[in-house]
């Protein structure tokens, strides 16, 4: 049986190689790990508080992340920072007499963002054209 440190570094690794960007914050809301690609997205905000990472302050109005430690469900809003637009899932965790964490992840959705922005510029010709 592999140990529990080998478990550890293989899910570091299985997590540094996935698409989508992932952090790992603790109660007070400190980034405690971010895999490889948030890190070439945003720099290394290992030690910082969450809402430093995308240029803010203070902590967000609408924060996922507490909503998920509230409700116990994942959570999940869109937004946009600079030219690109995320879709942020949140979800808390707790291990046994650990305190609670939470996992953040971010997907780049700008591609899509930009599509149904064409589109419902095409549907506002298409019902202008049928209103003329």
Same mark, same amino acid.
């Given at each position: 049986?592999e140990?529990?440190?080998?478990k550890?570094?293989?899910?570091?690794?299985?997590?540094?190689?996935?698409?989508?960007?992932?952090?790992?914050?603790?109660?007070?809301r400190?980034?405690?790990?971010?895999?490889d690609?948030?890190?070439r997205?945003?720099?290394?905000f290992? *030690?910082?508080?969450? +809402?430093?990472? @995308?240029?803010?302050?203070e902590n967000?109005? #609408?924060?996922?992340?507490?909503?998920?430690r509230?409700?116990?469900?994942t959570?999940?809003?869109?937004?946009?920072? *600079?030219?690109k637009? +995320?879709?942020? @899932?949140?979800?808390?965790?707790?291990?046994? #007499?650990s305190?609670?964490?939470?996992?953040e992840?971010?997907?780049d959705i700008t591609?899509?963002?930009?599509?149904?922005?064409?589109?419902?510029?095409?549907f506002d010709?298409?019902?202008?054209?049928?209103?003329f």
């Amino acid at each position: 049986m592999e140990s529990l440190l080998n478990k550890e570094l293989l899910t570091t690794a299985v997590i540094d190689r996935m698409d989508a960007m992932v952090r790992v914050m603790d109660e007070d809301r400190h980034i405690l790990y971010m895999n490889d690609k948030m890190k070439r997205e945003f720099g290394n905000f290992c *030690g910082h508080n969450c +809402y430093e990472m @995308i240029g803010q302050c203070e902590n967000c109005l #609408n924060c996922v992340t507490m909503q998920a430690r509230e409700t116990g469900d994942t959570e999940s809003k869109e937004m946009q920072l *600079g030219e690109k637009h +995320y879709r942020l @899932i949140a979800s808390s965790v707790q291990m046994e #007499n650990s305190p609670k964490y939470s996992v953040e992840f971010f997907v780049d959705i700008t591609k899509q963002k930009k599509l149904e922005e064409a589109n419902r510029r095409h549907f506002d010709r298409l019902a202008e054209d049928i209103e003329f």
